[in-house]
């Protein structure tokens, strides 16, 4: 069974229009950590967001908001006010805590293109 | 700002030749990660090093690969007899050992391509 899945191979949205890209997850770890990469075009791998399993209430980082449900084990990431630049591929991760030196586990990426 | 810093950016090799991909992960972390990217797919983990030695490793990483820290900075992949299907973008990775929120900081990659 996938552990990280992200249903939207691909997602357009126009400059400055807000959106959500979706992340399910699978864990029976009662610790963990959910990750967003970005990577653009030139490969880099960036890191966005992160949200921890007992954080209770959202994550944000600026433009980016991580919308947790964590009985739905959802954990999707909103992008507010696109930018050209945003124009990336977008990777969900998980670490859990117990069994594992901490490993990341990506989902296979959204690729969003931002529309001027 | 610190970063992680992987050379060559681009190897091209002849199949069933040898590589190594170096890696400088950021100074005070502790823990070191390989992870393969083939093209248009998603990133997947290789290996996982700490306190000198692998701490846990992935199906994909079998006997044609190995790490080694051979000194304080230095973290490199080495793959014995390269495939094609080895062709893929190569991330090193490195973060503290702790809290668990400690976000991997990724190197730039090195893309490699076996022909």
């Known amino acids: 069974a996938q552990k990280i899945t992200q249903t939207q191979p691909g997602m357009f949205v126009q400059e400055k229009e807000a959106v959500t890209l979706d992340c399910t997850y699978d864990?029976?770890?009662?610790?963990?950590?959910l990750f967003w990469y970005k990577q653009p075009s030139s490969g880099e791998m960036i890191f966005l967001i992160y949200?921890?399993?007992?954080?209770?209430q959202n994550a944000t980082e600026g433009r980016y908001s991580l919308n947790f449900q964590k009985a739905r084990k959802s954990a999707n990431l909103v992008i507010s006010a696109s930018q050209l630049g945003d124009s990336a591929m977008y990777f969900c991760?998980?670490?859990?805590?117990?069994?594992?030196?901490?490993?990341?586990?990506f989902g296979k990426g959204t690729k969003l293109s931002v529309k001027p | 700002e610190p970063e992680v810093t992987q050379t060559p950016s681009h190897q091209v090799t002849q199949m069933g030749q040898e590589v190594i991909l170096r890696c400088v992960p950021i100074s005070n972390h502790l823990y070191f990660y390989w992870y393969r990217q083939i093209l248009g797919q998603k990133v997947e983990f290789l290996v996982s090093f700490y306190n000198n030695e692998i701490s846990e490793k992935s199906e994909i990483f079998d006997d044609q690969f190995s790490v080694e820290r051979p000194d304080g900075s230095n973290f490199t992949l080495k793959i014995r007899s390269t495939k094609l299907e080895d062709s893929a973008m190569y991330f090193c990775?490195?973060?503290?050992?702790?809290?668990?929120?400690?976000?991997?900081?990724f190197g730039q990659g090195t893309r490699l391509t076996v022909v």
């Open positions: 991760a998980m670490r859990e805590q117990g069994g594992s030196q901490g490993n990341l586990i």
């Open positions: 864990t029976s770890d009662p610790s963990y950590g």
């Open positions: 949200q921890g399993s007992y954080d209770q």
């Open positions: 990775a490195s973060r503290q050992p702790h809290p668990i929120e400690a976000e991997a900081f």
